[in-house]
Antibody, heavy 123, light 108 residues
């Protein structure tokens, strides 16, 4: 069965850093791109970042460019989101989600989601 | 960036009712439009992609239509388990991939 499991969330002070992880199972991880999507408390969904299946290209939403970095370790079936210089507006549940088409640049269609991990930025 | 305008933001309907949600893109996105269902405290679930294709295992009372800039999501006979927030999302071309603001569906 296909699974994504996020971890690493917590409470962090503004300006500090936090690293999120996404563990994948049940599919050939190295063939799929992975997205990060977040949801602020009581708000809608916001696409955050995407990395190609082979790690060769990365994309970010404007509000996190220069602060967030996505990476992956295909040998461990793990995907990461390094978040630096955190702000109160980064407070959200962060989901990792699989891009639906294997071996392609990106379809943008998110067919499998993790359960999310909560990040709270507060002093 | 492509903006997605979804309406209504909330909707109250009775069991058995036909429910319709609309989503408008700020530019032509062909049929690169999906619909997700999110129940409270849960992750979103893909229901429909390519504007009208039902994801495997999704009940046939859910449907989608449209192309270009105007899209519609319909539940033909509302069931109690359909209570959730629904989001449209465009995935035309490269990122960013944008979502609509969401429609919170409640039982009357």
């Amino acid at each position: 069965q296909v699974h994504l499991v996020e971890s690493g969330g917590g409470v962090v002070q503004p300006g500090r850093s936090l690293s999120l992880s996404c563990a994948a199972s049940g599919f050939i991880f190295s063939s799929y791109g992975i997205h990060w999507v977040r949801q602020a408390p009581g708000k809608g969904l916001q696409w955050v970042a995407y990395m190609w299946y082979d790690g060769s290209n990365k994309y970010y939403t404007d509000s996190v460019k220069g602060r967030f970095t996505i990476s992956r370790d295909n040998s461990k079936n793990m995907f990461y989101l390094q978040m630096n210089s955190l702000r109160a507006e980064d407070t959200a549940v962060y989901y990792c989600a699989r891009d639906s088409l294997p071996g392609t640049a990106a379809s943008g269609l998110l067919d499998v989601w993790g359960q999310g991990t909560t990040v709270t930025v507060s002093s | 960036d492509i903006q997605m305008t979804q309406s209504p933001s909330s909707l109250s309907a009775s069991v058995g009712d036909r429910v319709t949600i609309t989503c408008q893109a700020s530019q032509d996105i062909s049929n690169y439009l999906s619909w997700y269902q999110q129940k409270p405290g849960k992750a979103p679930k893909l229901l429909i992609y390519d504007a009208s294709t039902l994801e495997t295992g999704v009940p046939s009372r859910f449907s989608g239509s449209g192309s270009g800039t105007d899209f519609t999501f319909t539940i033909t006979s509302l069931q109690p388990e359909d209570i959730a927030t629904y989001y449209c999302q465009q995935y035309d071309n490269l990122p960013p991939y944008t979502f609509g603001q969401g429609t919170k569906l409640e039982i009357k």
